[in-house]
Structure formats: C-alpha cells, structure tokens
C-alpha cells in the first residue's frame, strides 16, 4: 500500500496547465446568450503526466479484489474477469447510442433480449427487466410492483410488508419509498423465520414479505415453500432479495419454489465489478402473476427483430434508457463463459469455501447459528474483554486482509460476516485462518495490537464523529 | 474453469475438515426435489469464443464511430480522454468495494472528495453527493427531497418541455406518495407556482435544448414558499452561470457527459448538489475530510445517519450501490480537462451548434425552432423526421433525434445535437443532404 501523504488534486494545479489536447475550433465564433455568462470556474489545472501519477498513486491506497482478500459477508467479492472489461469496452456497445432506434441498435436488443432469457431460465421465473440500476433498485422496483398488482385487484388495505429481522436496511427503506409500512418478523432459533410470528403477522393487511434466501446469516430458509404457501394464502405476495444468490445458481430456482418477484444483483452473482460503489445492475424477474407489472421497456423478439416492449401493467419506467446496459454486457459475458454446467460448479464451491473457513474458525471464534451454511457465516469477535469486532477488523487489515462486514445482520451481536466466494483457493483461505487464529490469541496475550490497529496504512482510525459534526464536503482553498 | 481454484485434491481435504462426505450434503437444507434443476443454457464458451461471439453481435449495432454523429437527446458522444478509462479501470478502483473500511480505502474517499469538491464547484452548490443511479432519478430524489422538506405541499411543477424519460422516472417514483404533478410552458418565472406547490422544477436547458435564466424562476419559487430544482447539463455550466448561482435549492444533472461513453445508454452519472440547508437531507453517499489519531488528513463516508443501512426504513432514500467508478470518470475527466479545457470544450459545443443551426435554417423548408441555446436544438422538417433518419444513416450520418419517437403526434420535429466531436466538415455534409432529402 502506498502509505505517503497524497495531495488533492486542488493543490497539484498550477496556473494555465492543461490534462487534454482539444481540436481547434474551425467554426466562427457565437456570443453566449446575454446576462448569463459565467464568471469563475475554479477548477483545478494541471498537465496530463500529473493526473495520471495522482490517480495512480491514490489507487495504490484502496484495497481491492485484485490485490487482497475481501471476506466481506453479503457483498460477493469474487474476482470479476478481464475479459468481462475486453468485452463491456468493444466499440459496438460503448458508441451505441440509447435512442438510435431499434433498427440500428439489433446487436443491444440481442444482449438484452438473451440476457433476460438466461437469468429467468436461471432464476425459475417467466420474465425479466434489466431496467433496474442496483439491488436496493430492484427492491423499489419489485415492490412497487406489487403495490400496482393489489391496487389492480382492489386491495389498497394491504400495505404492511413482512420483513424478517435479518434483512438488509435497504428492504424497508424500499418499502417506504412505495408507501409500505413494515413489519419485522424475528429469527427463530435455528436463524430461520419464527414460524408462528409469521403466522401471527398474516392478517388482511399483509401486501407480502420480503425474503433473502439464503438469509444474511449464511443459512437456507428451508420452509421457504411453505413460508410463499401460507402468504398467498393470507392474499400476499412473496418478494426475492438475490444478494445472496451466490449459493443457489443451478442450484436451486427461487421461480418455482413461490417467489413472485426477485431481484438479483449481477455486481455479485454473476461477477461484475463493484467499482467502489458502483455500478451494479439490479435486474427483476417474475413469475405470471407480476411478469405483466415489470418496469420497462423489455427486449422482445417478433419474425427475428429485436425491439423493445413496455409490460402490460408496467410499473413504468425507473430509469431513463436501458438500465446499466455497460453492466449488463458484463454479467452476459460470464454467463456464456459459465455455461450450463459452470454456474452450479460457482454455487457448489463457494458453499464448500465458507464451511471450510467455518470449520476451521468456529473453535476460536463463537458461531451463533452452527448449522451447515451457505455462501457466507456469522461469527462473534468478542473473543477477549474488551475486544471488539471492530478491532479484529482493523488488526485483520495489518494481515494484508480486507475485513468481513462488520456489526451486520443486526441480531447477532458483534457480527463478523464471512464470505470467500468460489474464486479464492485453499491457499488464501489457510492464509486467512492463520492470520484470524493469531488475532484471536493476540486479543488475549497483546490487545493493545488490535486497539492500535491498523498501523501499515496510509491513515490510522480516523475520528468520524468529527467528520460528522463540522462537515468538511469540498475543498476550498 | 479459471475462475475457480480448488482442485479434487483441495476439495477432499477441504470436505475432511468440515467433516461430510460430499459437496452435495452441504445442500441438504434445499428441498430434495428442487435441487440441482436442469438449466437449459449452452455450454460454456472459452475466452476467445466468447469475444468472437460478442463482437459479432456488437457490430450488429450503428455507432458513433462510423457515421457523424449529431444524436444526443440525453446521452451524449463527446471525447473521452484516454487518462479516463486508463486510469479508471485500474483494479485498484474498479475491484474495490464501497469505501466502507476508510483505512483502506482512500484512494476512492479522496476521488469522491474531489468529485464532490468540483462538481459542486460546476453545479454552483454547497454541497454534492457521491451520486445516483442516473440524472432522471437524481431529479425524483430530489423532487421528493422537496416534498419531505414541507409535507403540506404536494404540488410538483415540471417543465413540459422535459426529457419525457426524466418525466416518466419521476412519475415512476412518486408512485406512492399523495403528490400532483402539473407542468408549465415556457421559462420556469412564468410558471403558476401557488401555496401549494412543493418545488418548481426548471430544465437547464430543455428537453429541446432552450436557455432560458433561472434567477427570476427561483425567487418565485422562494416567494410562493417552494423549492427551486434544476435539472442542469453540467458541461453548459463551465461557460453559463451555474444553477446554484441563479438560486437554486437543489441541483440535479446527467453527468454522462463528462468522460463517459455513451454505451447504449449506461451505466451514467446521476448528480446531485444542494445548499448547505439541504446538507443532512441528501440522498447518497457523502464523504468528508477528518483527520486521524496523529492528525494526519483522511477521508470517511459521513453523515451517515440519512442512509438505508443506520436508518432502515426512516432512511431518506433505499439508495445504496451508486454510479461509484462512472464518478471517477467524471473525477478524472473533469481533473484533465480542468478550468481551460472545461471551458474549451462547452465553447466548442456551442460555436459548432450555432454554425450548424445557422446552416440549416439556411435551407428552404426547415426552421430553427429553439431560441437560445448550447449544444442542442430543435428543427422543423419539411419531411417527417424519421424518414430523414433512415435515408441519412445510409450515408453514414445520423441526424438527431426524431421526436416522433416519443410522440406520434410530433413527426416533422428532429433534434438536432452538434459535440465537439463533429467537423465543420461533418456539418457541412449534414447540412448538404437535408438539403437534398427535402428536394
């Protein structure tokens, strides 16, 4: 890691430099409009050697897939091909334009068209949007979609949405966007939905739950098929979040276990880069009951043409143009690479992965739901008094690892979320027990190590309440 | 397959520890007649297979490299430095995750520091978000931001003229919320604004690319009690007076525009800036500066008890995954052109625009239909549009924007937009063969 003090690009500019060689103009010169003419734009200047050097240098300060382990629980940090950049960045899809129109654009309504028949096949489900720009889009989108299905139906009374206490903090704040208020289901014993709560909680109300299958614990939900029967029964609908579909491609189809609607993230299963935010892709699918209320447009193919089709009972559209189309061709690119066979060797793997990590910690560190996991597990890292997991965390950066997620899901007090992912080997993993394993005996014989931690990058702890008290948002000179 | 390392050998041993048999047992908890399904895909392809594949479909498209291109309505074909993506795809940037782990992750807390930094410098706003989705639903964010700040209001003014996607996405989102949306014609200082009105919306420029100055607009706005949003092109904002300087509350922008291919239409750039009031009620993502335990200077995501993952449901937006590397885009874009090359580029855009425009209303039959503009303007046709767009893209220019596409009731209407990417040369044969296609 590059651990020297970087400048903001503000204070590298020097008056009058440029980053870019611009054409001259070869037209004659028109006066901007009257009155409006901007003054100063303070912006900074400097030549093109500088900006290189500068972002390179700041790149060598993240910690990254291509160059650490990135255990983070939820987030499937698998490595994201090359070739799926080779392949977003042929000119024929980055010079395509979204509105050039259906004639000239054949080759993007092909992708979309055979991605969206490839990711139903996948998921179980008879149609897909690709619309959606990320998961928690997915999520607004699929609820949405079943706020317009009961309003179709004459059901506007339905407006609480089932959510266990396992979810992600996007599941409700989705559902307040759509106008839902939220009811929390508890997790029984085993970490899976308390039955008789859900139960309880199916009243004339109910507009449906919201379910992560495998949950954020790392475990299957394996009433899940009476869990969709009992909330159908009641008039709900039964909403997928994918995050963790890692663990089910050709594994298990969510479409025909009674998933109505279900988004899955391609920025995790289906291995296209996070970017350090963003961007992801978020598409939705559905069975026959809420396929009609997708977002749109959808590809459609009529005589061999490929063209673009807006759902019966569409929700509309909730984004402009095509959805993350950049994404898109990344995630298509590895399915093709993946085949019919590949995709359940990615779930069969990364399931073996995390019971090996599993396995090999939970002497040392407390799993408080034991049973056999899926893609990822939670452990405890109160392993010593006065030891947190927040520093196993940091001290595990001084190992040269990106910590797991930290303090989530929620119920399982100090919660350290693990997941490898199918693309790390034996090796890494080992390297990774080793390292957990001398943390966990460093937090008895030396805690000063992990409170001081980390000491090996560019900045140590930084004090976010300050940040957060007297904000500083942008540089100013 | 390359993508995964464990061997038979790893996989035995690997089973041993974990104590069970087979891979298979560890999927005991899925339903027995649900597991392992068929999937009706191909076989998988090797990598150059698929990149033959891939290529042959892409070619199947009409790009901006082979054939002068004066389509925008959105999505724009300006140049890309090659310190962009070079520098972007770095995996150190492209692999990361979100900076959640500031110790390390710098490298991408500064970047959106400087981002935030100079886009609020463009946007003329206090402050900006590490972004959204895209410019349309930055602006629905932003819309129901203003519905927030005074749930009494619920009147939501736009433009009519609009980019009818933009408009779409905002009725999309505001699905569920007891909101009216009316639209006005013309500037945004004649729009019927009254007590009940939330945020009076103004395009910078329209959908069919009129200016019109946002001064008068925004203190109508703040005399009826409601907010000023723009809805900006934040590369006009490097020559013309940036919305925050004519008052606006809230800016939101496409941001494709700076460094980003237009790549059928995404992933781009959604932008978002508002006035220090707004601070802690913006969507998204914000970083800001703080210092160490030996006060050395560092970058954290802050304020973050407007978001999903602390707030749940009394977040003030579900966002979560953003447009985090097209932002570094715009970063680095923005970091090579800077204050010249910025200015240079959006001079470019408008001189060529106006020579274009100046050249087509030359020819008998069309008219210049907008009045004051950037880099995008609206012509009457003597033809209908689309019909020019087909006999033009044979002879490898595509001529803009048939607004037909998006109403039936429109078909004599092209927009028509002119980059810097586009020669005299070029304009001059655009201008030659609509010409010859009115004949």
Not at chain 1, 168 to 183: D, K, L, R, V, Y
Not at chain 2, 251 to 272: D, R, W
Not at chain 2, 378 to 385: E, G, I, N, W, Y
């Amino acid at each position: 890691m590059n651990t020297t003090q970087e400048p903001l690009i503000f204070e590298l500019s020097g008056e009058g430099r440029v980053g870019c060689a611009l054409p001259k103009s070869d037209v004659p010169h028109y006066q901007l409009p009257a009155g409006l003419e901007r003054d100063a734009l303070d912006l900074p200047q400097v030549d093109e050697l500088t900006v290189v050097r500068h972002y390179s240098r700041l790149s060598q300060k993240n910690y990254s897939i291509d160059t650490n382990f990135y255990p983070l629980g939820s987030c499937t940090m698998k490595y994201n091909p090359k070739v799926n950049e080779t392949a977003a960045g042929l000119p024929g899809w980055r010079l395509s334009h979204p509105l050039a129109g259906e004639k000239y654009s054949q080759g993007s309504l092909e992708l979309i068209y055979k991605l969206q028949a490839s990711l139903a096949e996948i998921g179980g489900f008879k149609a897909v949007s690709l619309q959606p720009a990320a998961g928690a889009h997915g999520e607004f989108s699929g609820v949405l979609m079943i706020r317009k299905y009961l309003l179709d139906r004459g059901e506007a009374k339905r407006t609480k949405m089932l959510i266990p206490d396992s979810a992600h903090g996007t599941n409700p704040a989705s559902c307040a966007m759509a106008g839902f208020e939220t009811q929390t289901i508890p997790s029984g014993p085993d970490g899976n939905i308390d039955m008789k709560a859900l139960k309880a909680a199916l009243d004339d109300r109910v507009a449906g739950i919201m379910i992560t299958n495998p949950n954020t614990l790392g475990l299957f939900e394996k009433k899940i098929e009476k869990i969709a029967a009992m909330v159908h029964k009641a008039g709900g609908l039964v909403y997928g979040d994918g995050a963790n579909m890692n663990a089910l491609v050709g594994v298990f189809k969510p479409g025909e276990a009674g998933i109505d609607v279900m988004h899955f993230n391609l920025h995790k299963t289906f291995s296209t880069p996070h970017g350090g935010g963003g961007p992801g892709a978020g598409m939705i699918a559905a069975g026959k009951t809420l396929a009609p209320y997708l977002p749109g447009p959808v590809a459609v193919k009529n005589r061999g043409q490929y063209g673009l089709q807006m759902p019966d009972r569409s929700i509309g559209r909730v984004k402009s143009f095509l959805g993350n189309f950049g994404v898109l061709v990344r995630a298509y690119a590895y399915i093709l690479m993946q085949g019919k066979d590949g995709l359940r060797r990615i779930a069969e793997n990364s399931v073996l992965n995390a019971n090996y990590l599993k396995a090999s910690l939970e002497h040392a560190y407390v799993v408080k739901y034991p049973h056999t996991c899926m893609h990822e597990f939670v452990a405890m890292g109160d392993v010593a008094p006065g030891i947190h997991t927040l520093d196993i965390a940091k001290r595990l950066i001084d190992y040269g690892f990106h910590p797991p997620t930290i303090y989530f899901p929620l119920i399982v007090p100090e919660a350290l979320m693990i997941e490898p992912t199918e693309t790390e080997s034996k090796e890494t993993l080992d390297a990774f027990v080793e390292a957990m394993l001398a943390i966990a005996r460093e937090a008895v014989e030396q805690p000063q190590l992990l409170h001081d931690a980390p000491v090996t990058t560019p900045v140590g702890r930084l004090d976010e309440v300050q940040a957060a008290r007297y904000p500083v948002l942008r540089y100013k000179a | 397959m390359p993508f995964i390392p464990n061997t038979d050998a790893d996989r035995k041993a690997m089973l041993s520890t974990i104590g069970v048999d087979s891979v298979e047992e560890l999927f005991s908890d899925i339903p027995e007649k649900r597991r392992f399904p068929e999937l009706k895909l191909p076989e998988g392809l090797s990598e150059p297979e698929l990149l033959k594949e891939l290529e042959k479909m892409s070619a199947k498209n009409l790009t901006a490299d082979r054939a002068a291109w004066f389509l925008g309505a959105g999505a724009y074909n300006h140049f890309v430095p090659s310190v962009v993506p070079a520098l972007a795809s770095r995996g150190e940037f492209l692999t990361a995750y979100t900076p959640y782990q500031p110790e390390v992750s710098q490298g991408t807390l500064q970047s959106i520091f400087e981002y935030q930094s100079m886009a609020a410098e463009l946007l003329g706003m206090a402050v900006v978000n590490a972004s959204h989705y895209d410019g349309a639903t930055a602006l629905a964010e932003a819309i129901i931001m203003a519905l927030k700040n005074d749930p009494g209001r619920t009147e939501i003014l736009l433009p009519c003229d609009m980019h009818p996607e933009f408009k779409e996405v905002v009725a999309t989102y505001l699905a569920a919320h007891q909101a009216v949306i009316n639209e006005y014609s013309g500037s945004p200082s004649t729009a019927p604004v009254s007590s009940k009105t939330a945020c009076l919306v103004a395009s910078y420029p329209t959908f069919s690319g009129e200016i019109y100055p946002l001064e008068d607009g925004a203190r109508l706005a703040h005399d009826a009690g409601a907010l000023f949003i723009v809805q900006a092109d934040p590369l006009l904002c490097a020559i013309l007076k940036s919305p925050g300087a004519q008052g606006a509350d809230i800016v939101t922008a496409e941001g494709q525009c700076l460094g980003n291919s237009m790549n059928f239409g995404g992933p781009y750039l959604g932008m978002m800036g508002a006035t220090a009031t707004f601070m802690r009620k913006i969507p998204g993502r914000i970083v800001g500066e703080t210092k160490d335990k030996e006060g050395k200077r560092g970058y954290v995501l802050t304020l973050s008890a407007r978001e999903q993952h602390i707030r749940r449901e009394k977040a003030v937006s579900n966002i979560c995954s953003n447009q985090g590397l097209v932002m570094l885009q715009a970063c680095i874009y923005m970091a090579a052109m800077g204050k010249n090359g910025m200015k240079t580029v959006a001079g470019l855009c408008h001189d060529k625009a106006h020579y274009a425009a100046e050249q087509i209303g030359l020819i008998p039959g069309y008219k210049i239909r907008t009045r004051t503009f950037f880099k995008e303007f609206l012509v009457s046709t003597p033809v209908p549009a689309e019909t020019i767009f087909d006999r033009l893209a044979k002879r490898k220019v595509v001529p803009g924007l048939p607004l037909s596409r998006y109403d039936a009731a429109r078909p004599n209407e092209l927009l028509v937009c002119v980059t810097e990417m586009n020669t005299r040369a070029e304009i001059d044969s655009l201008v030659q063969l609509l010409k010859e296609v009115a004949q």
